[in-house]
């Protein structure tokens, strides 16, 4: 009696974020896995070749690990491993970093993509922090303009930030996207000066004097 093997189909529905600071650009990402037909044992996501101090979380996931030799256009694939497997509606979340050089003034931030699945859809958002400006001169066609009110709250699970400086629909996950970034010097402070100045002096019993 010859089994037929089913295929599983796979909607993914994601937000994510990226926070500029001064040295270093730090991703959040929500994948909102949709998994029909037959249950998986394991998520596979690309993440660009430079990303650090990565993290993956969500319900069942056992263990993660780039796989070897599985980099295309800078882009390293990772899996990530489950306890069991899984099917119906699904949240991974990914956290990880990447640096900045010095005085940079230019930075690119790539999409966070779902390995393995049928369709991946949603929005990115981008924020800057400290004194740091940021500026979209080129915007690629893999993404266009939305507001931020309009992210459903689930996609916002875990997200500290409640606004952003740009926001854009996912139209496919292998984007680059181009920001320029102006670096603004501290405020410099006002000079000063005394108008006035009173003592007050203290005559203790024993005769110490305290000013």
């Not at 529905?13 to 990226?18: F, P």
């Not at 037909?37 to 596979?44: D, E, I, P, S, Y």
């Amino acid at each position: 009696l010859a089994i037929e093997q089913v295929d599983p189909w796979i909607q993914v529905t994601s937000l994510q974020h990226a926070t500029l600071s001064e040295a270093q650009v730090k991703i959040a990402a929500n994948l909102h896995y949709q998994i029909e037909n037959t249950g998986l044992k394991a998520f596979r996501v690309f993440l660009p070749t430079n990303a650090e101090s990565v993290r993956f979380k969500g319900e069942q996931v056992a263990d993660f690990l780039p796989m070897l030799g599985a980099i295309t256009n800078g882009m390293q694939e990772w899996e990530v491993k489950l306890h069991r497997r899984v099917n119906g509606p699904r949240l991974l979340q990914v956290n990880y970093q990447t640096l900045l050089p010095a005085q940079a003034n230019e930075a690119v931030l790539r999409g966070v993509q779902a390995a393995e699945v049928d369709l991946q859809r949603g929005f990115v958002t981008v924020q800057s922090g400290g004194r740091l400006q940021l500026r979209v001169e080129s915007l690629p066609g893999e993404l266009q303009p939305t507001e931020w009110q309009s992210i459903p709250r689930a996609l916002q699970q875990d997200m500290q930030a409640t606004s952003a400086n740009f926001a854009f629909r996912l139209v496919k996950p292998s984007f680059q996207l181009p920001l320029k970034l102006d670096r603004h010097e501290a405020a410099k402070l006002l000079p000063a000066r005394v108008n006035s100045i009173t003592l007050t002096s203290v005559i203790s019993d024993d005769g110490a004097m305290l000013t």
